[in-house]
């Protein structure tokens, strides 16, 4: 009964932290799309976010900000799943005492598990997110992927078994971001009482928002290669190796200055402190009153 309980609990928590991601980052998808493509497109005029939001309505209608919506929410259900399924399992099974260091490390080996299952899946729709997209980057080609499945299927023909895995460099170091995150939220979270008092939603608002930012600007650079590396297409494995994310930063930083390795933060910022914050709100919330129906003390 024990194990079929803690099984059960951290299921709660997977599918709040799932279905609060999934309804967070649909209220702010645009201020995303708007962040991609200061990231990748660097022949673009527009510096900014709202005229980036601007240009794109302009150019390829109202509905365009929403592109590639279906293929982000899926990839973003499965890893938030994984990665609150696996963090809270790992500090159950382990037996460890939430504290700052443990949160850290249990945070990064959630990450780690996450990325190696999911890149495929943010691979495709990074490229489905860039279709039909006015690009003035040269260099970024199109693609003509029908859904998630079809754009896994033609990358392995086009790219052989290793593209679907493009950016996984950058994303290994960046399970920092959500670890970081994670660490922060909950120091913040037993700082205020939470493990034992009850905290607002302003409270907990607050605290995803602050803990994002932490996360956010400490390893923007790295998305930058990220998001970079899984628009690239290519078939020779020199594209494909562990030097490569290094190269692109490199390239970047000596033909246009440091500065450009944070193009898109302030979207970056936006979209994603904003919509972590209303994560957080909406998963606590959702494993509160999911714990209450069911009878059974959360854990922390």
Known sequence: FGGEKLSYENVV???????????????????DTARLMLQVDDKRSCRS??????????????????????????????????YFYCFHSLRAVWGLQPTPTTDLMVGIIAGVVNVLVTTPL???????????????????RPTCYSGIVDG?????????LGGLWNGTVPSLLLVLNPAVQFSVYQG??????????ELS???????????KT???????PLQTAQSLLRCCQSSDRQAQNWNRSWSLLSQRVRTQGMLCLFRGLEAKLLQTVLTAALMFLLYENIAHYTFQIIGTNRDT
Not at 188 to 197: M, S
Not at 201 to 211: D, E, H, I, T
């Open 152 to 160: 896994l299927v033609q990358t392995v023909r086009g790219e052989g």
């Open 122 to 140: 943010w691979v495709v729709n990074t490229r489905i997110k860039l279709q039909g997209a006015n690009l003035q980057n040269a260099n970024i």
């Open 214 to 220: 932490v996360a956010t600007v400490l390893t923007y």
């Open 13 to 31: 928590h997977a599918v709040a932290g799932a279905v609060g991601s999934v309804m967070s980052m649909t209220v702010f998808f645009p201020l």
């Open 49 to 82: 976010t709202p005229a980036v939001l601007s240009d794109i309505i302009r150019e390829e209608g109202l509905l365009a900000p929403y592109r590639g919506w279906l293929a982000v929410i899926c990839s973003v259900f499965c890893s938030s799943f994984i």
């Open 188 to 197: 913040l979270k037993r700082h205020l009482g939470g493990d034992t008092t």
């Open 201 to 211: 939603s302003l409270q907990v608002f607050v605290m995803g928002a602050v803990s």
